[in-house]
């Protein structure tokens, strides 16, 4: 239940510096490192992770990642939570983007953890699907966290699998783009998502299923988002990433 949270804040820099080669017109290469470095800590840097991605832009829009991904994902905050950006700022494997004028998509694998005979594998699939037209929305995403393996028989526990999925649609307004005074109030608008969790947190188990909606009245202001979200589901919604609040 909610009695048993308990907050944390989490303040500091991501900085991460890097340099990029053109291969060709729609090839190039990021070199460099993320560094994490969390205010309050006794070291200034708490970790350094390397940063090296391949991005070939295979259309208008569009690009695929390889190597060290691009982490800030659109999901709800419900199955990924935003924290995850300086919790674990770094991730690696391979990505597909898309950004146009009526489809978002962002598609992703991130190996986490190496299974070895006595750790077991971790890694993460997911997906986000945008399609907007005139204002109007609709989005479907799909995140599938899985620790387990074959190699490994000595850490318990067994293979351990979290999938979370949501379907929504929404309706927005630019004022920016309607009255150029208004330059800084670039959106307002509302959206509802029904939201789904299977989670089997022990192989030997069965699964946990909880499901809810999730109701928002958004805006972003001088590039901040400000929002208003009403969850209408039980207080026990969990999934590998997301907010505990649910």
Known sequence: GLEKLKGQTYIGNIAKPYFTYKIQDNITVDAGAVLNM?????????????LISLHYMFAPGWRMNAGTLDWRHPLLNSIYNEFQEYIRPVGQGFQIQGNTKHVRQDTWIDWEQK????????????NYSQLKYAGLMADAQVMWNHSGG????????????????????????????????????????VDIHYVRSKDKPFSDQPSIKEDGTLSRIFAKIWGADVYFMKWHGGNDFRTTKGNLLY
Do not use: C, M
């Open 150 to 189: 074959q190699l490994n028989t000595n850490s318990g526990g067994g293979a351990v699998n979290n999938h979370a999925s949501a379907f929504g649609a929404g309706y927005s307004i630019y004022p920016g783009k309607l009255d150029k005074k208004l330059w800084y109030f670039e959106e307002i608008g």
């Open 38 to 50: 969390p205010f309050g800590e006794d070291n200034r840097v708490q970790t350094v992770d390397p």
């Open 115 to 126: 299974e070895e005979p006595n750790r077991k594998e971790k890694f993460v699939i997911g």
